[in-house]
């Protein structure tokens, strides 16, 4: 079983700058692939980045390029830094985990967290 408990979001300006992160309870988190999806009013939820155990990575064609997925095993952490940011990217943002390799397919992620809400004003 893990938890899963995200922070960093808030109300920013369009061009501006967040870093989410997320914290995992238990002992085996280096071993889970992490991954950070989105839900923006009205939509489904989409993915946006994932850190395989070995550090690889994979991100949606909309945030490459802004955003940085990275990982702290020690801390039992993962963050999501975000960039440039756009209206577009307003969403509530969830930390997920996996025991699968790199994957976006929402259905692969077992474990969620209760998602930290961020707003990009133009």
């Known amino acids: 079983q893990v938890q899963l408990v995200e922070s960093g979001g808030g109300l920013v300006q369009a061009g501006d700058s967040l870093r989410l992160s997320c914290v995992a309870s238990g002992r085996t988190f280096s071993s889970y692939t992490m991954g950070w999806f989105r839900q923006a009013p009205g939509k489904d939820r989409e993915y946006v980045a994932a850190?395989?155990?070995?550090?690889?990575?994979y991100y949606a064609d909309s945030v490459k390029g802004r955003f940085t997925i990275s990982r702290d095993n020690a801390k039992n952490t993962v963050y999501l830094q975000m960039n440039r940011l756009k209206p577009e990217d307003t969403a509530i943002y969830y930390c997920?985990?996996?025991?699968?390799?790199?994957?976006?397919?929402?259905?692969?992620?077992?474990?969620w967290g209760q998602g930290t809400q961020v707003t990009v004003s133009s």
């Open positions: 997920a985990a996996t025991s699968a390799a790199l994957t976006p397919r929402i259905k692969d992620y077992a474990y």
């Open positions: 850190i395989w155990r070995a550090g690889s990575t």
